[in-house]
C-alpha cells in the first residue's frame, strides 16, 4: 500500500496522517484547507473507483447518507472523484474504533464497566432506529465501525462524558451493488451477520437489531458469542447453530435481565427480536436504571473504565514547541502523564514569563490525549480557547496549545514535520524567551546539549504573590545573585502599582562578586475606597550600575483584601410626623456593598414606610434612602407626645450603625380649630335653650303644633332598615362567609380565578393559611408556601413563631428569619453587634454580645366597623342595631441574648443528632425546615472577600444512611455554582484512594459521584463518573440562598467509613451571572484532597 501523506486532494484537502486501511478503502486524516478544521478522507480502491456502476451507486449512496442528522452517526460532508480516485470526506473523531477498546481490555483480562457498555448499546441503538425510520440499512454493524468520542461533559444525566458513533453507513451495500462481490466475499462481516444476511434474504432494519446484540455479547464478556473456524462454519453458526451460552455464565456478576435481552435481541427469527432501535433502546435504558442502585455502578478490580488513564501511552505522539525567534523543539510524548511549567521538576521545562510553576498536565487516556489547566494564573488556551482550571479537556492531532509566549503542536503519528523547522529529538527549554531580551539561539543539532547565556546578575523572589488588607503593611525578601567575578552595585524598581504604596531600600546596595544579598520591600496600600482589591500584577526590575543595559525582572501579584467601612447620618435628628426622614449613606469601603436601613420605635407609636433590605452601593458613592414617618394612631384632641425612633444601618459584609431620632405627633385638630369648635358648640346650647323655653310658653298659653307622629315612625323604620342591611353586608365582608366560595376560604370563586387560587382547596400552597387569610389579614401570596423567602413557610411564621410571612427580616436586623432560627436567634428581636474575643490557641473566635435587647411592644391590628343609627322621636322607640367585627394578629417575642457572627468552624464537635424512636428522617427535597433539622449548625464557613456568602451544614445520621443540609448564601442566582463533599472514608489521608468519596451537586441541577483512583500513596485523583444510585440529593432556590440536601446510603456507597471520618467542602462561586466569582474551601482555603495534612476529621454519630 502506498502512503498519500503530503498529497492534497483537490486543492482542498491535505492528507496528513494515515488512520486505517480497509476492504473498500484508505483512511486518512485530513485538514480541510477551506474551512479550517480537521476531517476523515476515505479513499476508495482504484479497482472499485474504475466500475462507473460503482461510481454511480457512490454518489446516490453518498448523497442520502449526508442526510443523517444524529449525534451518534458520523456525519458526511462531501464526496467526489478526484486525481487521487473516490472519496469520501466525514467528520474525524480521534477517540479510536470499539474494536481497539475491546483488543486493549482482552490484552489486560478486564472487562468494560457494564453500565458503559449499556451507554454505549443504547446510544448506537438510537442511531440506528433514526437511520432506519429514513429508510437506510447499516448492513455492517460491528465494533470497527464503532468510534467512540471523548466529550467535555456528560450529555446526559449518569451517561459517562463519552459518545459512541456509528460510521461507514452503506458502504457494504455498494460493495455488493451490481454483481460485483467478489469471489469468496461476502456482504458484510461474517461474525456480525444477521440469520437473513448470510442466506441473502431480504433485509430490514431488525439485521442490524441482531449485529448490535453480536456487539453488546462481547462487550459485556470480551467473546464473541458463537466459535467457527470457516466462513462455512459461521453462516451455519447464524441460521441453525444453537443459542449462545448466557452472559451471566461467562461473567456472574451480570444480572438475568441481561441474558433475557441479548436472547431476545439474537434471536434467530426477526419476527421474536426487538421491532425497532428504539424498543431495544427503552430495553438497555431500563435494565441501566435497574442497575443504578446495585453494586454494578462501582467500578471494580475487573473492569476498567473506557476513559482511564492508560500506564502506556499511544506511540508516535510528540510536542512541537516553538516560541517566536528561537528554534522549535520536539519533546516525544513517552509517558502517559507530562507535566508543563517553569519550574525545573517537570517534564517538560518552559521558564518565561507568564507561565505558572506547576501550569498544566498532559495525560493519556484509552481515548487519546487530554490536557489539564492546573489552576495556572495565566491560563492554559487550546486552539484560542481558555481551558477551566481541573477539567480535562480533550487534545486532537494538530492542536495547538498555548502556555505564556509558547506554542505547543500535538503531533500525531505520521503528522509530517517541514524540514525548516525539524527540532532536535529531545528538548527541554531551560530558560524564558522574553522579546527584548538577547538569548542565545536552541542549537539545531539533535544531540547537542542546550547551554543558555546566563545573564551575570539573578533575580529571585522568595514568595510570588503576597497578600494585604488596605492600610496593613506586608515586607516581600528579594534575593540577588552576582555571578560574575566583580562586585557590583544595584537598586529595585517596581512597576505596575503606585509608588506610594511601596518602600524600598535607599540608593544602590553592594553585591559582592559570587555572593547573594537579599533586600526587602516594603507595601503598604491606603485604606481609601479608590484602593482595588483582587490581584494586582507588578514587576519588580533589576537596575546594575555595572550592567546598566541589562534587563532583569520578576513578576508578582498583590492580593489585595477588602475592607468594610461606611458612613451613615440623618438630615435632621427631628421632625413632625407625617413628615420624611431621609437616610445618607456612603460606601467608605473598597469593595461594593449591600446595606439593609430598618427603622423602629420601642413605643410602637410609629410606622415606616420606605425601608429597604438591600441596596448596593459601589465604593466612595453615596445613596440617600427616604423613610416616610406616620403616626400609628393620632388623638383628636391634644397636643401628641414625643417619640424617640431609630434607624439601623446594617452592611451585609459586617457593620451596622444606629441613628436616633425624635418624632413630634400633633393632633387631628389644630388648637385654633379646637376652641372655634367650642364657641360653635356654645352658641348651638344657648339657640337650644331658647327654643326650648319658646316650646314651653307656646304649651302655657295653650298654642299646640301639629306632630306628624305616624310619617316619622316610617321614617324612623326605613332608616332602621336601611342601617341592618349595612350591619349585615359588614358582618358578612368580615366574616367570610362569602356566596360563592365553594372551599370556604374567604375567597369567592370569581376572586380565587383571577388571582390563580385553586377554588376547590381553601389552602391552595398547603402552607398552614388559609388563602383569604393571607389575601386579606397577612398580606402574603396564597400561591407560594414561602411568600418572603426566608425557608419557613407562611404558616409556621403566624402559627408557630409569630414573625412576619410578607417579611424575610421581622425584626429588621439584616438577617432573615429563618436564618436566625437556624442560628438559635430570635427573629423577634434585632440583634447587636458582638464583640469578637480571641482565646489564645482557639482556632476560631468567640463572640460576646454587649446588649440585650428588650421585648418588642406586642402589635395589635384591630378593625371595628361600627354602624350605630339613633333616630329618635317623641313618643317612638329608637331602634339600634350595631355590627363589630373584630380580627387581632398578637405577636409576642422573648428577648434573647444575640448570637455571634458567623465565624469558619475549624474543628466540629461531635454532635451529629442520631434520629431518635419516633422521629422521621429529613424529608429530602431541597426545602429546608427546621423542625426537620433541630440544633444548631455542625459546620460553618464563608468566602473571605465576601462574609455575606455563608455555608451552614446540618448532619443527621441514623444506622445505615447520612442525612446532609447545605445552606448556601448567595448574592446571585448562577447555575453554574457547585457545592462538592469529599469523604475519606478510611480517614488514612493522603490522596484519594478507592474506597474515598467526592459528591458534587450543580445549582443547574446536575449531580454526579466519583471514588478515589487505586491506593492511597499514587498520587492520583478521582475517576471521571461513578454513576452510583446509592445516594440522593435536590436542591432548592429560596431568596438569596440556595439549599442542598442529601442523603447517603452509608452502607452500600461506603460500607468501610471510619470514625472519624475525614470531610472536605467546597464551595464555587463561578459568578457568570453578574456576581463575584469566587472559592471557599473549609476547613480551610488550601484544603486539596491529595494533601492529608488539610482533612478534617469527624466524630460520626452511633446510632441504633
Avoid at 440499512?137 to 459517562?160: F, S, Y
Avoid at 522549535?328 to 521545562?349: H, K, M, Q, W, Y
Avoid at 524598581?493 to 509608588?499: A, E
Amino acid at each position: 500500500m502506498t502512503s498519500l501523506v503530503g498529497q492534497t486532494i483537490n486543492n482542498r484537502y491535505r492528507l496528513e496522517a494515515l488512520l486505517g486501511d480497509g476492504g473498500m478503502g484508505t483512511v486518512y486524516r485530513a485538514a480541510d484547507l477551506n474551512l479550517n478544521r480537521q476531517i476523515a478522507i476515505k479513499l476508495m480502491h482504484a479497482h472499485y473507483a474504475r466500475q462507473a456502476e460503482f461510481r454511480a451507486r457512490l454518489v446516490q449512496e453518498a448523497q442520502t447518507t449526508a442526510k443523517l442528522d444524529h449525534p451518534s452517526i458520523v456525519k458526511i460532508f462531501d464526496f467526489g472523484d478526484s486525481d487521487s480516485g473516490l472519496f469520501i470526506a466525514m467528520e474525524y473523531v480521534d477517540g479510536g474504533s470499539l474494536r481497539d477498546h475491546l483488543r486493549r481490555l482482552q490484552r489486560m483480562q478486564k472487562y468494560l464497566p457494564l453500565t458503559q457498555s449499556l451507554q454505549i448499546g443504547i446510544q448506537i441503538a438510537e442511531a440506528l432506529d433514526y437511520a432506519h425510520r429514513q429508510g437506510i440499512i447499516h448492513r455492517d454493524v460491528k465494533p470497527g465501525n464503532i468510534i467512540l468520542k471523548r466529550l467535555n461533559q456528560v450529555d446526559e444525566t449518569n451517561n459517562a462524558p463519552f459518545r459512541a458513533l456509528l460510521t461507514d453507513f452503506g458502504l457494504v451495500k455498494l460493495q455488493g451493488a451490481g454483481g460485483m462481490t467478489e469471489s469468496g466475499a461476502t456482504l458484510g462481516t461474517p461474525t456480525y451477520m444477521s440469520p437473513e444476511q448470510c442466506e441473502g434474504g431480504a433485509l430490514d432494519g431488525r439485521t442490524d437489531l441482531y449485529s448490535l446484540g453480536i456487539v453488546l455479547y462481547e462487550l459485556f464478556t470480551n467473546k464473541l458469542p458463537f466459535t467457527f473456524k470457516s466462513l462455512s462454519e459461521a453462516l451455519q453458526a447464524h441460521i441453525r447453530g444453537a443459542m449462545p451460552p448466557f452472559v451471566s455464565e461467562v461473567r456472574p456478576d451480570i444480572p438475568l435481565l441481561i441474558d433475557n435481552l441479548l436472547a431476545k435481541t439474537l434471536a434467530k427469527d426477526p419476527a421474536d427480536r426487538f421491532a425497532t432501535g428504539a424498543e431495544l433502546a427503552a430495553a438497555l435504558r431500563s435494565a441501566q436504571l435497574s442497575l443504578e442502585s446495585t453494586s454494578t455502578q462501582i467500578v471494580t478490580p475487573e473492569e476498567v473504565s473506557i476513559l482511564e488513564r492508560v500506564p502506556e501511552p499511544p506511540p508516535g505522539f510528540a510536542l512541537h514547541i516553538s516560541t517566536p525567534g528561537h528554534d522549535a523543539s520536539v519533546v516525544p510524548l513517552t509517558r502517559s502523564v507530562i507535566s508543563l511549567g517553569r519550574r525545573v521538576e517537570n517534564d517538560v521545562v518552559l521558564p518565561a514569563e507568564g507561565v505558572s510553576r506547576q501550569h498544566a498536565r498532559l495525560q493519556a487516556t484509552s481515548l487519546g490525549w487530554e490536557i489539564v489547566d492546573l489552576n495556572s494564573i495565566n491560563g492554559t488556551f487550546v486552539d484560542d480557547r481558555r481551558l477551566l482550571p481541573d477539567h480535562p479537556t480533550p487534545i486532537l492531532p494538530g492542536s495547538v496549545i498555548r502556555v505564556g509566549p509558547y506554542e505547543l503542536l500535538l503531533q500525531g503519528p505520521e503528522m509530517p514535520i517541514t524540514a525548516e523547522s525539524e527540532p532536535h529529538a529531545h528538548t527541554v527549554l531551560r530558560r524564558p524567551v522574553t522579546p527584548g531580551v538577547a538569548h542565545t539561539q536552541v542549537p539545531s543539532q539533535p544531540s547537542a546539549p542546550v547551554e543558555p547565556v546566563v545573564d551575570p546578575l539573578a533575580l529571585f523572589l522568595t514568595r510570588e504573590q503576597i497578600a494585604v488588607d488596605p492600610g496593613q503593611r506586608v515586607d516581600m525578601t528579594v534575593e540577588v545573585l552576582n555571578r560574575g567575578n566583580t562586585d557590583d552595585r544595584v537598586g529595585l524598581r517596581v512597576q505596575g502599582i503606585p509608588g506610594s504604596w511601596v518602600t524600598m531600600p535607599d540608593g544602590f546596595v553592594s553585591v559582592p562578586a559570587g555572593q547573594t544579598v537579599s533586600l526587602t520591600l516594603s507595601f503598604r496600600p491606603p485604606r481609601h475606597p479608590t484602593t482595588p482589591t483582587g490581584r494586582q500584577r507588578f514587576r519588580i526590575e533589576l537596575v546594575s550600575q555595572r550592567h546598566p543595559d541589562l534587563r532583569v525582572a520578576e513578576n508578582a501579584f498583590l492580593l489585595l483584601g477588602t475592607y468594610v467601612a461606611f458612613e451613615a447620618s440623618l438630615d435632621a435628628e427631628q421632625l413632625r410626623v407625617p413628615g420624611t426622614a431621609v437616610v445618607r449613606v456612603q460606601n467608605t469601603g473598597n469593595a461594593p456593598a449591600n446595606f439593609s436601613v430598618v427603622a423602629r420605635d420601642r413605643q410602637g407609636a410609629l410606622q415606616f414606610r420606605g425601608e429597604t433590605g438591600r441596596i448596593g452601593i459601589n465604593p466612595g458613592q453615596i445613596a440617600h434612602v427616604e423613610l416616610a414617618v406616620e403616626p400609628r394612631s393620632q388623638s383628636v384632641f391634644g397636643g401628641g407626645g414625643v417619640y424617640p425612633f431609630e434607624v439601623e444601618v446594617v452592611s451585609r459584609a459586617g457593620g451596622r450603625q444606629t441613628l436616633t431620632g425624635e418624632a413630634q405627633a400633633g393632633s387631628m385638630i389644630p388648637t385654633w380649630a379646637m376652641y372655634g369648635l367650642i364657641f360653635l358648640l356654645t352658641l348651638a346650647c344657648a339657640f337650644a335653650m331658647i327654643a326650648l323655653a319658646q316650646g314651653s310658653l307656646r304649651q302655657l298659653w295653650g298654642t299646640t303644633a301639629p306632630t306628624a307622629v305616624a310619617g316619622f315612625e316610617v321614617q324612623a323604620t326605613q332608616t332602621a332598615v336601611a342601617a341592618q342591611t349595612l350591619v349585615a353586608a359588614t358582618s358578612i365582608a368580615e366574616t367570610a362567609v362569602v356566596i360563592g366560595d365553594a372551599d370556604d376560604d374567604g375567597l369567592t370563586d370569581s376572586q380565587e380565578a383571577q388571582i390563580g387560587t385553586d377554588p376547590n382547596n381553601p389552602d391552595s400552597d398547603g402552607d398552614g393559611l388559609k388563602d383569604g387569610d393571607e389575601a386579606f389579614i397577612y398580606g402574603s401570596d396564597p400561591n407560594k408556601r414561602d411568600t418572603d423567602g426566608d425557608i419557613l413557610p407562611d404558616g409556621d411564621e403566624v402559627n408557630q413563631y409569630k414573625t412576619n410571612p410578607a417579611k424575610a427580616d421581622t425584626d429588621g436586623d439584616g438577617v432573615p428569619d429563618g436564618t436566625e432560627l437556624t442560628q438559635g436567634t430570635d427573629p423577634l428581636v434585632a440583634d447587636q453587634t458582638p464583640t469578637a474575643t480571641p482565646t489564645s490557641g482557639t482556632p476560631t473566635e468567640t463572640a460576646t454580645a454587649t446588649a440585650t435587647l428588650p421585648p418588642s411592644v406586642t402589635p395589635t391590628i384591630t378593625n371595628t366597623p361600627t354602624v350605630t343609627p339613633t333616630p329618635t322621636a317623641t313618643g317612638t322607640a329608637t331602634p339600634t342595631s350595631t355590627a363589630t367585627a373584630t380580627g387581632t394578629a398578637t405577636m409576642t417575642p422573648t428577648a434573647t441574648v444575640p448570637p455571634p457572627t458567623a465565624t469558619n468552624t475549624a474543628v466540629p464537635n461531635s454532635n451529629a443528632a442520631c434520629i431518635g424512636q419516633g422521629q422521621v428522617a429529613p424529608v429530602i427535597d431541597g426545602s429546608f425546615s427546621v423542625a426537620e433539622w433541630p440544633g444548631q449548625a455542625l459546620i460553618q464557613f464563608q468566602t473571605e472577600n465576601n462574609p455575606a456568602r455563608l455555608v451552614q451544614i446540618y448532619y443527621r445520621r441514623d444506622a445505615s444512611k447520612m442525612y446532609w443540609a447545605f445552606l448556601i448564601n448567595d448574592d446571585t442566582a448562577d447555575p453554574e455554582d457547585s457545592l462538592r463533599i469529599y469523604f475519606d472514608t478510611t480517614n488514612n489521608g493522603g490522596d484519594p484512594d478507592s474506597a474515598d468519596r467526592f459528591f458534587q451537586i450543580g445549582r443547574d441541577g446536575s449531580v454526579q459521584v466519583r471514588n478515589g483512583i487505586s491506593s492511597n500513596s499514587d498520587g492520583q485523583n478521582w475517576t471521571p463518573v461513578n454513576p452510583s444510585g446509592n445516594w440522593t440529593a435536590t436542591f432548592g432556590n429560596s431568596g438569596n440562598q440556595w439549599v442542598v440536601e442529601l442523603e447517603v446510603d452509608v452502607v452500600a456507597e461506603m460500607g468501610g467509613i471510619n470514625n472519624p471520618f475525614g470531610l472536605m467542602l467546597q464551595v464555587l462561586y463561578a459568578g457568570t451571572n453578574g456576581g463575584n466569582a469566587d472559592f471557599v474551601s473549609w476547613p480551610n482555603n488550601d484544603a486539596n484532597s491529595n494533601n492529608a495534612n488539610t482533612w478534617q476529621d469527624v466524630a460520626d454519630a452511633i446510632c441504633p
